[in-house]
């Protein structure tokens, strides 16, 4: 009933759009600037900058999916038909790890939850199976994140952990 009417005042039912742009600190601009400086001067230097972020969490198991993938002509993947998540499987937390000096890229797929704790350890691993090697003498690693999330600016363990790490 309550449809009907507001189909008949011409609504219809939208998801909302992101088109506004929020107010910008004053110094913006500048702070990206002073952050692709650092990272080139790094990088001229020899010693790794990575870029790192938590992806969109993901269904464990044949579940439709909006991506794509190549197949042979005819043969798409099967998925179930209906998606009723099995709470054995649990969700897939993607967290992705860019090194920009050597255009690589690391994943590690957590089954928990986005955390400081997983992000830093991801970081580790990184390093210890391919930062390393890409990078034998180091002495720095700049890391760039969005701020978001479980690498926050705000959130203590996030920091907590990097100094951990650095400490290793």
Request: hydrophobic fraction near 35%; charged fraction near 25%.
């Amino acid at each position: 009933m309550v449809a009907d009417l507001l189909h008949e005042l011409d609504y219809s039912l939208q998801s909302n759009r992101k088109n506004l742009e929020g107010t910008q600190h004053a110094d913006r601009n500048a702070q990206f600037e002073f952050i692709a400086s650092m990272a080139k001067t790094l990088l001229d230097q020899g010693e790794p900058v990575i870029s790192v972020d938590a992806k969109k969490k993901e269904l464990v198991g044949s579940f439709a999916n909006s991506g794509k993938t190549w197949r042979p002509k005819g043969e798409p993947e099967e998925v179930l038909v209906h998606d009723f998540i099995d709470p054995s499987l649990g969700r897939a937390n993607p967290y992705g790890i860019y090194d920009i000096g050597r255009n690589e890229g690391w994943v590690s797929v957590g089954v928990d939850h986005d955390t400081a704790s997983f992000a830093a350890e991801s970081i580790s691993r990184w390093w210890q199976k391919m930062g390393s090697v890409g990078y034998p003498d180091a002495t720095e690693l700049m890391i760039t994140a969005d701020g978001g999330g479980s690498n926050g600016s705000r959130v203590r363990l996030w920091k907590l952990e990097l100094q951990k790490l650095s400490n290793e």
